[in-house]
């Protein structure tokens, strides 16, 4: 199998629904709600979305058959096949509907090539907002608009990306206190707080703003995002060498048996200077 063969094809698939999003990003759209997490963002969905799944399915089907790949997809019923395929396609058409609907900078498209055993081999990430390409290949390194991307850290404060506000979020609190440790072990100016976006772009926005983070505690109910919210930006920290694990500082599970939740695990995304310790 031709790693780079297949990442140029997710590439071109990326672009592609990438373009279907910058055709509508000023128009009003009709918002429909489907099954979700208890989040009403996990909730939401467009014909927008609909029509970037059916523009990476044109680039992408093709490869399932020709290589074997399993596919798993936002917007299409999970039908277990990444269990029994050796790799699978993990596909996010739009992350970040509800900052499109809101016309707010923080949607992107997102897809991966994911092994059975849940490590990422490719990551694509197009932010249509800025026309940035980001993409990895496992062994091959990280590249932002076809370059080798060097992340440096230009703040003397630490950048806290989230989804939503931090004084909005339950255990605020706790999430304070870890940040604030952060701070004083890297000897920082405080906390500047980046809220909004889909977690995919809030992945890429932790590599842009450092030192940054991004966390989510493991909880009970469903949500926390799901696998395609995390599979394209875990490959692209791997290659950086930078930690997307879940909370406890262990490896993420992207082909998880029991769903596409990942409540469970919580993650911890981050860009920082040091070897970060487990909590």
């Known amino acids: 199998m031709d790693l780079v063969q297949l990442n140029n094809i997710a590439i071109k698939a990326a672009l592609s629904a990438g373009k279907v999003i910058q055709e509508y990003m000023n128009e009003d759209v009709s918002v429909e709600k489907k099954e979700g997490g208890a989040s009403y963002a996990s909730q939401v969905v467009t014909a927008v979305d609909r029509k970037c799944e059916a523009a990476i399915f044109a680039h ?3 490869t399932c058959h020709e290589f074997d790949l399993a596919l798993l997809s936002e917007e299409t019923e999970d039908n277990g096949s990444r269990f029994e395929e050796d790799f699978f396609w993990c596909i996010d058409p739009m992350d970040g509907t509800l900052a499109f609907i809101n016309k707010h900078p923080g949607f992107s ?10 490590t990422p081999y490719i990551g694509v990430v197009f932010d249509p907002s800025t026309d940035t390409l980001y993409h990895a290949i496992k062994g091959n390194g990280a590249f932002k608009n076809g370059s080798p991307w060097e992340i440096k850290h230009t ?9 939503r506000k ?7 609190a706790e999430i304070e206190g870890l940040l604030n440790k952060n701070v004083e072990k890297l000897s920082l100016n405080g906390i500047k707080e980046v809220a909004g976006a889909g977690a995919v772009l809030n992945a890429i926005f932790v590599l842009e703003n450092g030192p940054a983070c991004m966390l989510k505690f493991p909880k009970k109910e469903n949500g926390g995002g799901s696998i395609w919210d995390f599979a394209a930006t875990a490959c692209i920290y791997q290659e950086l060498g930078l930690p997307a694990t879940n909370f406890e500082g262990g490896r993420l599970d992207l082909n998880r048996k029991d769903g596409t939740f990942m409540n469970q695990e919580g993650i911890f995304y981050a860009n920082l200077n040091y070897k970060q310790e487990e909590y």
Request: net charge positive.
């Open 60 to 62: 992408l089907l093709p």
């Open 109 to 118: 498209v997102s897809i991966a090539l994911i092994a059975k055993n849940g």
């Open 155 to 163: 703040n003397n404060h630490l950048t806290y990306v989230t989804d």
């Open 166 to 172: 931090l004084k909005d979020t339950p255990r605020a």
